[in-house]
């Protein structure tokens, strides 16, 4: 090894250093040195070299402190002072990194960030350090443990990165762009473009972006745009090295030569006040780094690969006097940094090594640097190995802690029995003042002790089942309930995340990966939105809904059909049911049923939903069909009537849910009385035996269809109240059996609980014929349970746990007016007597036999969760139709619907009830074949005839008051037909919110809107422009804000008895926006989306041209409507308030404007340059348009014809 190079000082030590070969460490090196180190091909170690064990430093004057040895022969590639602790990184080449802390560079941690590349650059932060590789950005612990790993793409070849802010980072390297990664969401949010071939350096002020290209050049960036604001061309060949300071910037780097590039020992230094250059600063080196090392001066290092370091003022003059050298043990220095506190400069050599120099003897790195956190020392006792296999080995061997008091294993029989702690007495005031209900007991609090306090905690199955229905005082007892454990996440109440974005920046997809539709549940009364999605997946349910269109106001059966329809145009994205659900709360029934849950009921979870869901579920049925009876309904609305899914008489909700029945009174006289009735649902009737013997879920239901019970009724016979038997017979079954399972309090939980525990050990056994009663059964066997060709295979033991419900049962109508009901497999066979061969196939066996089998098509339950109240969720079998109709495949498979979380499950998971946290609540049973039965087709019921003129509510319009002119018959819209659309609201219950304590501000609850007028205008033809709609919406509930000075509506105007504007009903209006977007025209307007959602359609996307997207660059903010109109088209609108029809003319001019500056879409190039000017007027200008008269805008081209006023 060439010694030549190194400090003279050390020419005392020269025996020591050739005359022994042998790897013994010197007395007064730091023994960490020898960490990991392998001997040279000569023998001696690198780290042997010895070193003075004081070295004297002089105050002021950088000398040499330590030398250490990062990685053997490996050379560094990049040296880093940690900003936040006494701490020094270094990178190898090899992709290893090792931090030293302290002067005394002691090794503090040490681990491979990159098994192929090298390192090229360090940055510390608070909680990590980060190391940028060729194609890899790795965020670390100080210890080594990973953070993130964020993977570029193979082409790029990043060379450097900026931290801009705490949270921002800037990587470029060898290629056309820089990206911008949030290190919170380790995602790229930006790309920016840079010239070719890239960029190496960066570095940053409080003005520019400095960015350091191999060309030679630097070029000057806005910190906000990124976009190049000056440059330096510093160089001919390639650039080295740059730093900033204050005003100026200094660089190193090579000139082209003759003979190739050539290091110019000329310092390019530019005052970044005028933009220029100043006097080059002659060096006596080769520099290759440079760095500013402002102490009293403002001081320039310049170092040279060879290990010389000069020390000069970036306007002065260079003096050979103030050149030192380093003595790296390789050829060449390879990497230079200095700390914060300009104490420690730090050079990194070609062959591993780490030289640090200081101008103190007790160097700090940094001014204040928090303390560094040390691994304690593992402290084992050696204790010889004992074999224990050995059966006369000595338990004496092993070490025991003397002591003189007993052992614990030595205390007497008496003191070490288990006895189990006694429940604490009841108190004896309670006791005394207690009242008896049955089997319940109340009594006052006597308040002898704290609330909420008890000795110590009772079990968990002695908790009241019902409890869940009352929300804990505590947030402490809220996250102690037993409960919450249990609820698996995807059962949770979900709720939406609002931002200053509203719901734009909400992430459904990560909620429902389906093209299933879910349900928003933010809306009052929105507990029903399982119920609604079960509804719309019976296929004969559906297509009738649809069909049905009557003049009612508020029917349901119009709204749920509105509201399917959406649920069929989404691809996945949420609706909500808020025009329903408005129509939900205007009826009486509702009202006196219950149904109608106050905002803070519903919040607190005050109501019992599994009781509400069912009495829900019994009045929409007969809602449903009572609406469906109504067949007087105008021409115009000819829909349901017309269509042969309807026939006269019977409603179809009737034939698909109606079960004939005969109510059977027998007196204790003899005298018989007989009524005929029908029912839509069915509730379970549970027997009293308590012995928990098995009964089939069939029993249970025949008990409850075939109700037998004593009552006291009248008897027209001994004309007075008597003791009667009253049974009840069937005539003829639904098609679909709904069944309310009135699963209310702590005993029929314990009933379902029994049945289930019974059911599964049956299905044990049935499984594992020879198993005992007492062996337990191998998951792994399951497997071999049953044949593929025979009873259905039952996978995991898991999956028969908590079920008790069959997929299937089988109905037969006996001819004595009797019923029989049986669970049903697939694999069963009628081959009882009178029962067809299975070969028949079953709708002949309904038609024949009277045998009916019903499939389970979806189950509602209700979630106990006393944190959140507890929600209602549902398990629907999901047919062949829709999964066609949305993705193109033809299977069945179950899903839960959580509001808007949709998920697929499997079966099993459908029927199974833990009763702890699970409930059943509803279930749905529809005969096989069910579809086949029914037609199925959908006939749009909405005409063109609802465009026509009609009457308004208002007593006050007048026809001079008219501002639209209805279509004619010649001007009906066609398909891609463009239409201005604008519309305005007002504010029915303000937005619930909360003040976080760092001052932000947290949405609880939007705030809920109505609309309250509807325009639509030409667009095209030689009415272009003039409205065809101009609808204000009469609401009759209360209105809590106007927004007159955003709406321009005022009180008044959506009052019928004093309102002079033509005044309709919302469906009126909706049932005009559905016929256009069912015809296939195109809507124009600004911020439609919104207007949409608050009206409640679902429009595709292709119909939708939204000028506020159009006028927008990503990642920019969105452009109010008046700015755009005056920008472009040099008209001040929206001066004191909104009005829709301006906005929408407006809107329409706006978009032929578009396709006029991108010439149809076809130069987007161009276009994005109008744009940008645009953007660039915005910020000038606050985004304001100016007020007085005389500012006229800067875009003074003509539009289309001026649009005629009425």
């Not at 003022?313 to 050149?323: C, F, M």
């Not at 007492?774 to 898991?798: H, Q, R, T, V, Y």
């Not at 201005?980 to 219950?989: K, Q």
Request: with cysteine; charged share 20%.
């Amino acid at each position: 090894m060439n010694f030549e190079g190194l400090d003279p000082g050390l020419a005392e030590y020269a025996p020591a250093m050739h005359s022994a070969l042998d790897p013994v460490l010197d007395a007064h090196l730091n023994p960490s040195l020898l960490q990991n180190v392998e001997l040279d091909p000569e023998g001696v170690a690198l780290e042997a070299l010895p070193v003075q064990e004081s070295v004297h430093i002089m105050e002021g004057v950088y000398s040499e402190l330590h030398s250490v040895v990062a990685e053997v022969g490996v050379p560094v590639s990049v040296s880093h002072f940690d900003l936040h602790e006494e701490m020094l990184w270094v990178g190898s080449h090899g992709g290893h990194a090792t931090s030293f802390f302290g002067p005394t560079l002691e090794r503090y941690s040490s681990f491979q960030v990159n098994g192929s590349d090298d390192i090229r650059q360090i940055q510390s932060l608070e909680n990590g350090i980060l190391f940028l590789t060729k194609n890899n950005l790795k965020y670390m612990a100080r210890g080594g443990l990973i953070i993130f790993d964020y993977l570029l793409d193979e082409s790029e070849d990043m060379h450097s990165l900026l931290l801009t802010d705490s949270s921002t980072l800037l990587v470029g390297g060898l290629q056309n762009h820089i990206l911008e990664i949030d290190l919170n969401t380790v995602q790229e949010t930006q790309k920016y473009a840079v010239e070719t071939p890239g960029v190496t350096i960066m570095r940053q002020t409080n003005r520019f972006f400095f960015c350091g290209h191999t060309s030679g050049k630097i070029s000057l960036r806005d910190l906000r745009t990124f976009k190049v604001e000056h440059e330096f061309d510093a160089f001919s060949g390639s650039l080295s090295d740059f730093d900033v300071h204050g005003n100026l910037l200094a660089t190193c780097g090579f000139s082209s030569r003759l003979t190739g590039l050539a290091c110019d020992r000329f310092l390019k230094v530019y005052d970044l006040r005028m933009m220029r250059a100043i006097t080059p600063l002659q060096v006596h080196v080769d520099p290759a780094f440079l760095r500013f090392i402002p102490t009293y001066t403002s001081r320039l290092a310049i170092i040279s690969q060879s290990g010389q370091c000069q020390f000069c003022e970036p306007t002065g003059l260079a003096n050979p006097a103030d050149i030192f050298h380093v003595n790296p043990v390789g050829p060449l220095l390879m990497t230079f940094d200095v700390s914060a506190s300009k104490q420690a400069l730090a050079f990194g050599d070609s062959e591993g090594c780490v030289h640090l120099w200081t101008d103190s003897p007790e160097p700090s790195f940094n001014p204040y640097s928090r303390e560094t956190e040390f691994a304690l020392p593992c402290l084992v006792d050696s204790l010889p190995p004992l074999d224990w296999s050995q059966d006369l080995l000595p338990l004496s061997l092993i070490p025991v802690p003397l002591t003189t008091d007993t052992l614990l294993s030595d205390w007497p029989a008496a003191n070490s029995a288990p006895a189990p702690r006694r429940a604490p007495p009841v108190d004896a005031e309670i006791l005394r003042t207690m009242k008896k209900v049955g089997f319940i007991g109340y009594a006052p609090n006597p308040r002898t002790r704290l609330r909420n306090q008890i000795p110590y905690r009772l079990k968990e199955s002695d908790s009241e089942f019902d409890s869940f229905s009352q929300v804990t005082e505590s947030p402490i007892g809220r996250e102690e309930e037993p409960h919450l454990h249990m609820v698996s996440k995807k059962y949770r109440k979900v709720t939406i995340k609002y931002s200053k974005l509203g719901l734009e920046d909400f992430d459904f997809k990560h909620y429902n990966k389906t093209l299933f539709a879910g349900l928003e549940p933010h809306i009052p009364n929105a507990y029903c939105n399982c119920m609604i999605q079960v509804l719309y997946f019976l296929e004969p349910v559906r297509c009738l809904i649809q069909n049905h269109l009557c003049q009612k106001e508020f029917c349901l059966a119009c709204e749920l059909g509105f509201l399917f329809h959406m649920l069929d145009l989404s691809r996945g994205d949420p609706c909500q049911g808020s025009n329903f659900l408005r129509a939900f709360r205007t009826i009486p029934e509702a009202s006196a049923l219950g149904l109608i849950l106050a905002d803070s009921d519903e919040a607190s979870g005050k109501g019992n939903l599994a009781r509400l869901i069912q009495r829900w579920n019994r009045f929409i049925l007969t809602q449903l069909h009572q609406d469906m009876q109504e067949l007087e309904v105008p021409q115009a609305y000819r829909g349901a009537g017309n269509s042969s899914f309807c026939s006269s008489g019977d409603s179809v909700i009737g034939q698909l849910f109606s079960c004939e029945m005969e109510n059977c009174s027998l007196c204790r006289c003899g005298s018989e009385t007989v009524r005929a009735s029908s029912t839509l649902l069915f509730t379970l009737s549970y027997p009293e035996d308590k012995t928990g013997k098995n009964c089939d879920f069939a029993q249970v239901l025949k008990r409850s269809i075939c109700l037998e019970q004593n009552t006291q009724a009248w008897c027209d016979n001994c004309e007075k109240y008597q003791p009667t038997i009253q049974t009840r017979n069937i005539r003829h079954l639904p098609d679909i059996l709904v069944i309310n399972c009135e699963v209310n309090s702590l005993k029929e939980a314990d009933f379902w609980r029994m049945q289930a525990e019974v059911a599964f050990k049956m299905a044990i056994k049935k499984h594992s014929g020879e198993i005992s009663k007492n062996k337990e059964f191998a998951l792994a066997d399951w497997k071999e349970l049953g044949s593929p060709e025979g009873m259905l295979m039952c996978p995991s033991i898991e999956e028969l746990k908590n079920v008790w419900l069959p997929f299937s049962i089988r109905m037969k109508m006996t001819k004595n007016k009797g019923l029989d009901v049986c669970n049903w497999t697939d694999g069963d066979e009628m081959q009882q007597p009178g029962y067809p061969p299975s070969q028949w196939g079953p709708a002949r066996a309904e038609e024949e036999h009277g045998v009916y089998v019903y499939d389970l098509m979806a189950t509602v339950v209700h979630i106990l969760d006393s944190r959140t109240g507890g929600s209602l969720v549902a398990h629907i079998k999901v047919g062949e139709t829709y999964h066609q109709r949305k993705e193109g495949v033809t299977h069945q498979q179950w899903y839960l619907f959580n509001d808007f979380l949709i998920e697929p499950i499997d079966k099993h998971e459908a029927v199974q009830f833990d009763m702890n946290w699970k409930v059943p609540a509803i279930l749905y049973y529809t005969k096989r074949n069910l579809n086949s039965k029914y037609n199925l087709n959908i006939k749009n019921p909405i005409e063109a005839s609802v465009l026509m003129a009609e009457a308004s509510l208002a007593r006050k319009q007048r026809k001079t008051h008219t501002t639209f002119i209805p279509l004619m018959l010649n001007e009906m819209p066609q398909v891609g037909d463009l239409v201005g659309l604008d519309a305005e609201f007002v504010t029915l219950n303000e937005e619930e919110a909360e003040l976080r304590s760092d001052g932000t501000k947290s949405t609880i609850k939007p705030s809920q809107m109505s609309v309250a007028r509807i325009t639509c205008v030409r667009g095209q033809g030689p009415n272009e422009g003039i409205p065809f709609i101009d609808d204000y919406i009469s609401t009759q509930e209360q209105v809590v804000d106007y927004l007159t000075q955003y709406s321009g509506i005022k009180p008044g105007d959506l009052d019928a008895k004093i309102s002079s504007k033509h005044l309709t009903t919302l469906k009126s209006t909706y049932l005009k926006l559905r016929f256009l977007i069912d015809i296939g025209v195109k809507f124009v307007g600004h911020g439609l989306q919104k207007d949409f959602r608050v009206i409640n359609l679902m429009v595709p996307k292709d119909q939708v041209l939204d000028t506020v997207y159009l006028f927008h660059m990503p990642r920019k903010r969105m452009i109010s409507l008046r700015f755009l109109a005056w920008y472009f088209l040099d008209l001040k609108i929206q001066g004191e308030t909104h009005d829709s029809i301006e906005d929408a003319r407006t809107a329409l001019q706006l978009y032929r404007k578009y396709l006029e500056l991108s010439k149809n879409g076809t130069e987007p190039e161009s276009f994005h340059k109008v744009l940008k000017g645009l953007y660039e007027k915005g910020r000038k200008m606050d985004w304001k348009v100016p007020e007085p008269e005389g500012q006229t805008s800067p875009k003074n081209a003509a539009v289309f014809p001026s649009v005629l006023a009425l």
